[in-house]
């Protein structure tokens, strides 16, 4: 058995790691503590507070207590912001207070981007724009060539947490490019662990989203590699060996 750890901010989306657990099929536990919100908004100022050292620690020995072999701040927005240096800090720091291997949703989309091989990708977020463009900027650090950014302006997570198949597939459309060789859709705050397929075969082309790459970061820190077509080419990129 393989348990992996999350650091989840508030309640939108968290229904998806069940979701994925179920679909990964095999001997992986997932293990998610809600961390404190505190104020819902796509700011900024407040996306800056939501993974700030305290809060994350406050879930940590919870994780450790599951025997959790890995942990990932399962929040986009909330490493993002901080740049590309800061990001890392906040892991470093979350990987100590943790005394265990750790990462980010932010990280783990530029993992997940050379996983899938390849270097030119769109942006579909439900930020507000200028939210968005950090992100595209984020990616831009480690070399990723961003075509488009779109940002839908949804102002908090629980708004993004509303939103269904119909909203998702939208958000994809408008977010695609016909150079982009990925669609990259951040926000842990949005379901789509149940619209993969169904984004994929629209766009034809890989499509990676937040709490997807999450578990597959988690996943590859504990050196584990599951295929499950279910979740998109993300997770077929190594063959099934049979043992």
């Not at 293990?31 to 796509?42: F, K, S």
């Not at 942990?71 to 720091?93: I, M, P, Y």
Request: with cysteine; glycine share 10%.
């Amino acid at each position: 058995m393989t348990a992996l750890g999350f650091l989840y901010p508030g309640h939108s989306a968290e229904d998806d790691y069940p979701r994925i657990e179920q679909l990964l099929g095999s001997d992986i536990r997932v293990d998610l503590v809600h961390t404190d919100l505190g104020e819902d908004a796509h700011r900024v100022d407040v996306l800056r507070q939501i993974g700030a050292p305290e809060r994350l620690a406050a879930g940590v020995q919870e994780l450790r207590h599951a025997g959790a072999e890995a942990v990932v701040w399962a929040c986009t927005s909330g490493g993002f912001v901080h740049g590309w240096e800061g990001a890392h800090e906040q892991v470093r720091t979350l990987a100590r207070t943790a005394g265990m291997p750790a990462s980010s949703t932010s990280f783990a989309f530029v993992h997940a981007i050379r996983e899938i091989g390849v270097r030119r990708v769109a942006v579909g977020a439900t930020y507000p724009q200028d939210v968005a463009a950090l992100f595209a900027g984020f990616l831009r650090a480690d070399g990723i060539e961003v075509t488009g950014v779109h940002g839908a302006g949804v102002a908090t997570a629980a708004e993004t947490g509303a939103w269904g198949e119909p909203e998702v597939l939208s958000l994809a459309r408008a977010a695609d490019h016909p150079d982009a060789q990925a669609v990259l859709l951040p926000g842990t705050a949005l379901h789509t662990a149940a619209h993969i397929p169904v984004l994929e075969k629209e766009l034809g082309k890989p499509v990676l989203t937040a709490n997807q790459v999450t578990v597959w970061e988690a996943l590859r820190l504990a050196d584990r590699r599951v295929n499950a077509p279910e979740l998109g080419a993300l997770f077929t990129r190594e063959p099934v060996v049979q043992v």
